[in-house]
């Protein structure tokens, strides 16, 4: 059974830019969910993604996008790349509703400069 | 809205003595909570939830509705325990799958 997946590891992107994220969801899970970590704080839920389509969006703005694959796989991306972008970005992913939790990536170190 | 507070930002405690890291919530449905711990250089990962009942590596947390609290405790901490945890709650609404909202974490260590 393989876990949760992302790529890259680390990213440093220049203000303004746009960048994209790579979640491959554990083998059998068709929710992705992904979640911003700025330092020292807990994970915030960005959105999440059930059978290809957007199922539930957190207080981020639409320059936050996404998408999820026929494979359950997902991307994050996020345009218009500003300074307080920079965190960890986690990627999660689970069976049907989620009820029972969520097996979590490694994360994206996302830098803006 | 939901919220989730723990109120230690560090919590220290030695070996073989008992933890117990806060964990409070707001929340207007039905709540489903969760521990969650990261090891360093490690990731997130579940420790235990609500709606199981179960303990793990000699952690419980018991719901408390009326203190709207999920406190989770050891009686004997060990080295190993040494880690920040995340409380979190599981919400969903018009049948819409379940996403979390986490505390802001309590880092734990256990000196030898």
């Known amino acids: 059974e393989t876990g949760v997946t992302q790529s890259p590891t680390h990213l440093i992107k220049t203000r303004g830019q746009q960048v994209t994220l790579r979640c491959s969801s554990q083998?059998?899970?068709?929710?992705v969910s992904w979640y911003q970590q700025a330092l020292g704080q807990g994970p915030q839920f960005i959105f999440q993604y059930y059978r290809e389509e957007e199922n539930g969006r957190g207080n981020f703005p639409p320059r936050f996008s996404g998408l999820q694959f026929p494979n359950y796989s997902s991307e994050l991306n996020v345009n218009a790349l500003e300074l307080d972008d920079s965190a960890l970005y986690l990627c999660?992913?689970?069976?049907?509703?989620?009820?029972?939790?969520?097996?979590f990536g490694s994360g994206t170190r996302l830098t803006v400069v | 809205a939901q919220r989730v507070t723990q109120p230690e930002k560090l919590l220290s405690v030695f070996k073989g003595a008992p933890v117990e890291l806060k964990c409070n919530y707001s929340?207007?449905?039905?709540?489903?909570l969760f521990w969650y711990v990261q090891y360093s250089r490690q990731r997130l990962q579940l420790l235990l939830r609500h709606i199981s009942r179960e303990s793990i590596k000699g952690f419980t947390a018991d719901l408390n509705k009326g203190e709207t609290s999920f406190h989770l405790k050891k009686p004997f901490a060990q080295e190993e325990d040494s880690a920040m945890y995340y409380c979190?709650?599981?919400w969903g609404s018009g049948g819409s799958n379940y996403k979390l909202t986490f505390g802001k974490g309590t880092l734990l260590t256990v000196n030898p």
């Open positions: 979190a709650l599981s």
């Open positions: 083998s059998g899970h068709n929710t």
């Open positions: 929340y207007s449905g039905s709540p489903e």
């Open positions: 999660a992913s689970s069976i049907g509703t989620g009820v029972y939790g969520y097996t």
